[in-house]
C-alpha cells in the first residue's frame, strides 16, 4: 500500500511538473518531494525484500523442522517395535527358564538322598 501511495504522489508530482503548474520555487519544491517520496520508495522495496528473505528463510527452516519431525517419528515407530520384540522375547525366555526350573527340581527328586 505504502508503494502505492508513493507512485499516487509520484505521479503526480510528474505530471504537475510536467505541466508547468507554478513558479520556480513551487518546481523546486515539487522537486525535493518528488526526491523523497522516491527515497521512501526505495526505502519500502528494500525493507519488502528483507521481509521476503526472512519469510523464505522462516519457511526453509519449517520445511527441516517438518522433516525432523517426520524421521523422529519413524525412529520412534522402529524403537517401539524393538521394545514389543524385546518384550516378546523375555515372556520366551522366562516361560523357558520356568520349564528348566521345574526340570532341575524333577531330576533333583530323583536323585538319591545323599547326593542332593
Known amino acids: 500500500m505504502r508503494v502505492s501511495l508513493a507512485i499516487v504522489v509520484f ?7 510536467a505541466g508547468g503548474c507554478s513558479s520556480g520555487k513551487a518546481d523546486k519544491q515539487a522537486k525535493r518531494e518528488q ?4 527515497m521512501r520508495m526505495s526505502e519500502t522495496e528494500a525493507q ?14 519449517l520445511a527441516l523442522s517438518r522433516k525432523k519431525l517426520v524421521d523422529a517419528n519413524q525412529e520412534m515407530a522402529l524403537l517401539r517395535k524393538q521394545v514389543q520384540d524385546l518384550q516378546q522375547t523375555i515372556a520366551q525366555l522366562t516361560t523357558q527358564n520356568d520349564g528348566l526350573k521345574r526340570e ?3 531330576l533333583g527328586a530323583k ?5 542332593r
Open 11 to 17: 505521479v503526480g508530482v510528474s505530471v504537475c511538473l
Open 35 to 38: 526526491d523523497r517520496t522516491l
Open 48 to 61: 519488502r525484500d528483507q521481509l521476503k528473505a526472512q519469510f523464505d528463510a522462516t519457511e526453509d527452516e
Open 104 to 106: 532341575v527340581a524333577r
Open 111 to 115: 536323585l538319591p538322598a545323599g547326593v
